[in-house]
């Protein structure tokens, strides 16, 4: 079974930063999960929510600052010391080989700049998303980088569903996952991330059922736990 750090150790650092990543490695995380949207001028940077939260003070009725209307130098100005969200590139240059990178791709239409970087970079990567074609338009792009696709509901055909994206991850919410769910994706060649698994009983019992990967905020208190998975 893998160990994918979900948005790096966020109950020890602030999520998808290079903090926290490099908290995750530390902690023996196989793979590390994270999100990416693009400013204005094409930069792809690992960020959740679609915009900046307002700052203390700001102007009530002003809105949220959104990510795709701010210039990579703009939101940097926009945020604490300017790397508090850095960009896939730098992200990258960190974690290097040594862990697999899972990039939910938030955003629409920023396909081919998300599989120009992964390009250029020489360790293992995937993506994933919530929007199923997501898939299928990296797939296009990238035959070879693997993709996933995202469920927070229970699909009666997990298995043909991952074949019509083209995918090759299943990422379920774990508490949906049961043995069916598991042996369709399985028969359909792909395999289970379960998301978003913090206690040893969950790991356990998905285990059990021979779930292929974890998504996890606790890396730490997982990890020597995962290693003991007959999955490994």
């Given at each position: 079974?893998?160990?994918?750090?979900?948005?790096?150790?966020?109950?020890?650092?602030?999520?998808?930063?290079?903090?926290?990543?490099?908290?995750?490695?530390?902690?023996?995380?196989?793979?590390?999960?994270?999100?990416?949207?693009?400013?204005?001028?094409?930069?792809?940077?690992?960020?959740?929510?679609?915009?900046?939260?307002?700052?203390?003070?700001?102007?009530?009725?002003?809105?949220?600052?959104?990510?795709?209307?701010?210039?990579?130098?703009?939101?940097?100005?926009?945020?604490?010391?300017?790397?508090?969200?850095?960009?896939?590139?730098?992200?990258?240059?960190?974690?290097?080989?040594?862990?697999?990178?899972?990039?939910?791709?938030?955003?629409?239409?920023?396909?081919?700049a998300v599989v120009a970087s992964l390009a250029r970079h020489e360790g293992?990567?995937?993506?994933?998303?919530?929007?199923?074609?997501?898939?299928?338009?990296v797939r296009e792009l990238a035959p070879r980088l693997p993709t996933g696709?995202?469920?927070?509901?229970?699909?009666?055909?997990?298995?043909?569903?991952?074949?019509?994206?083209?995918?090759?991850?299943?990422?379920?919410?774990?508490?949906?996952?049961?043995?069916?769910?598991?042996?369709?994706?399985?028969?359909?060649?792909?395999r289970v991330v379960a998301w978003t698994v913090n206690s040893a009983e969950?790991?356990?019992?998905?285990?059990?059922?021979?779930?292929?990967?974890?998504?996890?905020?606790?890396?730490?208190?997982?990890?020597?736990?995962?290693?003991?998975?007959?999955?490994?």
């Amino acid at each position: 079974m893998e160990l994918i750090a979900h948005r790096g150790m966020p109950r020890k650092a602030r999520e998808n930063t290079l903090a926290g990543f490099a908290l995750a490695i530390a902690a023996g995380a196989d793979g590390i999960e994270l999100d990416v949207h693009a400013t204005r001028d094409g930069a792809i940077v690992v960020h959740h929510d679609p915009a900046l939260p307002l700052p203390a003070g700001s102007t009530p009725g002003l809105g949220p600052r959104a990510i795709a209307s701010l210039t990579l130098a703009q939101l940097r100005d926009a945020t604490t010391g300017g790397t508090d969200i850095p960009t896939l590139g730098e992200t990258l240059a960190l974690v290097g080989d040594r862990v697999t990178l899972y990039v939910e791709i938030k955003a629409a239409g920023i396909e081919p700049a998300v599989v120009a970087s992964l390009a250029r970079h020489e360790g293992r990567s995937a993506v994933h998303s919530f929007d199923h074609r997501v898939s299928l338009r990296v797939r296009e792009l990238a035959p070879r980088l693997p993709t996933g696709i995202l469920s927070a509901s229970y699909l009666i055909e997990p298995g043909h569903t991952l074949q019509g994206a083209g995918a090759r991850d299943y990422w379920q919410w774990w508490e949906m996952i049961d043995a069916p769910l598991v042996r369709q994706v399985h028969d359909a060649g792909g395999r289970v991330v379960a998301w978003t698994v913090n206690s040893a009983e969950a790991v356990d019992r998905l285990a059990s059922l021979g779930v292929d990967a974890i998504c996890t905020d606790v890396s730490d208190d997982l990890a020597a736990l995962v290693r003991k998975s007959p999955q490994r």
